[in-house]
């Protein structure tokens, strides 16, 4: 499993831009025109994609499967836009793509995105787009009705994790205490957690527990890229409620299903501390004090020592 949800969150953008396949065990549907079936939104059959991975002898972790799941992408005229689940929001623009052909009978469609060629294939409402790393991706079609639904329902839950969430009106700014110089550790999703692995992989900082969703696992992932610091050796950051810090935070953790991952993402009304060490030897120590606005009044604060890549 990749302990780096964050990063996976991200990249999944820049994943699709790299679809490509020409060739598909797919019936594909007969007449229409492919490029106008494109048009519209679609939303990824976890299911289905699952069980294209099985075939393919290929796991995808269930932090990725809950993600996908709640992902839409929106093809407009050369166009495309993704959404990521509630709580997530990314800077990147939309991808710009070209129709380079396209077969009616075979129900095909060839794109160059961004300067890469892409293959869509369709299939009873269906679209299926392949990568060479990640596999077969399968989407079904979202009405505008149930997107627009949907984008209530962010808007509704973006609030509650928000303004009107009972934690975030409690939140103590703690960018002026002294940090607890002992082990990281702390709650997340209501549930104890202490830091076992820390990392640093491209600006991205992740405090983990656990060895999988067949344990209790745990994580915290605070995203430093967008401050483009190349070395953080003796780098403070710190966010009071009321601040837009730049900095997202991602948590994830395990539900009370087996295999249940649950997660969210924060953009601001967290407060936070946080101090770099100097790095040596591939790992850097430092301290945190981190407190989110959620109902469960998630936070971690202490010492710890990530490995660098």
Not at 190 to 200: I, N, P, R
Not at 228 to 246: Q, R, Y
Request: glycine content about 10%; hydrophobic content about 40%; charged content about 25%.
């Amino acid at each position: 499993m990749p302990r780096n949800l964050l990063a996976f969150m991200f990249g999944m953008k820049k994943c699709l831009i790299m679809l490509l396949c020409v060739a598909s065990p797919v019936v594909l549907a007969q007449g229409a025109d492919p490029a106008e079936q494109l048009i519209g939104f679609w939303h990824p059959d976890t299911t289905k994609t699952l069980a294209q991975a099985k075939k393919a002898n290929r796991e995808i972790d269930p932090l990725m499967q809950d993600f996908m799941s709640k992902m839409v992408f929106e093809f407009q005229k050369n166009k495309m836009i993704v959404y990521g689940p509630p709580g997530f929001s990314s800077d990147d623009p939309p991808v710009p793509y070209t129709v380079k052909g396209g077969d009616k009978n075979s129900g095909s469609l060839i794109l160059n995105a961004a300067g890469k060629k892409m293959a869509v294939l369709f299939h009873k409402g269906q679209m299926a787009l392949h990568d060479p790393e990640q596999g077969w991706i399968v989407f079904n079609r979202m009405s505008e009705q149930d997107f627009t639904k949907r984008e209530g329902g962010r808007a509704k839950i973006e609030v509650e994790i928000g303004d009107k969430s009972p934690a975030a009106g409690k939140l103590e700014d703690i960018t002026t205490k002294n940090i607890p110089d002992k082990p990281a550790a702390g709650k997340v999703g209501g549930k104890e957690f202490k830091v076992e692995t820390a990392s640093l992989e491209e600006g991205i900082l992740t405090l983990w527990q656990g060895e999988g969703v067949s344990t209790h696992m745990g994580q915290f992932a605070i995203d430093l890229s967008r401050k483009n610091i190349g070395n953080l050796s003796g780098k403070i950051f710190s966010a009071e409620p009321s601040d837009e810090a730049g900095i997202n935070i991602s948590l994830a953790y395990s539900g009370e299903e087996e295999g249940e991952i649950k997660g969210e993402t924060y953009m601001e009304k967290y407060t936070m501390k946080l101090e770099f060490g100097t790095a040596k030897d591939g790992k850097i120590p430092g301290k945190i004090h981190l407190r989110l606005p959620d109902h469960a009044g998630s936070f971690v604060a202490g010492t710890f020592v990530a490995e660098t890549q």
